[in-house]
């Protein structure tokens, strides 16, 4: 059993959004256009623990997708995420919204953040932040030919690497650098150096593993093996003939760059 409990006022406002609303699809127009009208966007929110700017949640008639957010992170790029999987600070109305469709899906509440407030989306070194005189390690976020966007290991602060050696680089990467000069352009920091070494270390990165939330029973009955008039496969028959089995569905990994 998990111990979390919803914020006070979920049930209540969940049935306010869903009054008249029937079935799931119209009870997800209803919770979207609620989103739409109380929920002030574009607003900073987290997913995954990576600080976004949540720009719009919409909904396309998929009832088994559901709500989706589009979501823009700190380097301009976009990317769309299951609703259920942004949070936002705690106390705002994005929260409390979401805290109503989780309700609706059935998830356990988003645990409640009460260390201070959310972090700036854009939070990058400063000058003299870094010791030049000492390695430095580096995550690889987004890598290019002769840079790569960084975040300075164990911390938020994001960097852009200038080397001609993170070229074939992955994102989650560690490189060590040894710096030979750190300077701003155009209000952005940059560091300068060779890379002594690299290496793919999960632990450090200090990840968030992806959840699984159990879905309604499948049956392979029912699902789709060909056209009626089409023998079932060998391979096939002995899935069918085990019957119903659990089903479950992972948390959605961000997209990448592309």
Wanted: with cysteine; charged share 30%; proline share 9%.
């Amino acid at each position: 059993m998990d111990d979390r409990e919803w914020p006070e006022g979920t049930d209540d406002l969940l049935d306010e959004i869903l009054t008249d609303a029937y079935g799931d699809d119209e009870q997800l127009w209803a919770l979207r256009q609620a989103f739409e009208d109380d929920v002030p966007l574009p607003a900073d929110a987290y997913v995954v623990g990576e600080p976004v700017e949540v720009v719009e949640i919409d909904y396309d008639g998929n009832a088994r997708a559901g709500l989706a957010a589009t979501c823009r992170r700190p380097d301009g790029g976009e990317h769309v995420v299951a609703a259920w999987n942004v949070a936002f600070p705690e106390g705002s109305e994005g929260a409390r919204y979401v805290a109503a469709y989780r309700r609706w899906l059935g998830i356990v509440p988003e645990p409640q953040r009460k260390a201070g407030p959310l972090r700036p989306r854009r939070h990058e070194a400063a000058a003299g932040e870094l010791d030049l005189d000492a390695p430095i390690e580096l995550v690889v976020l987004a890598p290019k030919q002769g840079a790569a966007r960084c975040r300075i290991l164990g911390t938020g602060r994001l960097i852009t690497l200038r080397s001609g050696e993170v070229w074939d680089t992955v994102p989650g990467e560690i490189v060590t650098v040894r710096a030979r000069k750190q300077w701003r352009f155009s209000g952005h920091p940059f560091l300068s150096g060779s890379v002594e070494g690299r290496r793919l270390d999960v632990e450090a990165l200090g990840l968030v593993p992806l959840r699984l939330r159990g879905e309604w029973p499948w049956d392979p009955n029912e699902h789709y093996w060909g056209e009626e008039d089409e023998p079932l496969e060998e391979w096939a028959k002995p899935i069918v003939a085990r019957g119903p089995r659990p089903s479950f569905e992972m948390e959605q990994v961000l997209p990448g760059e592309d």
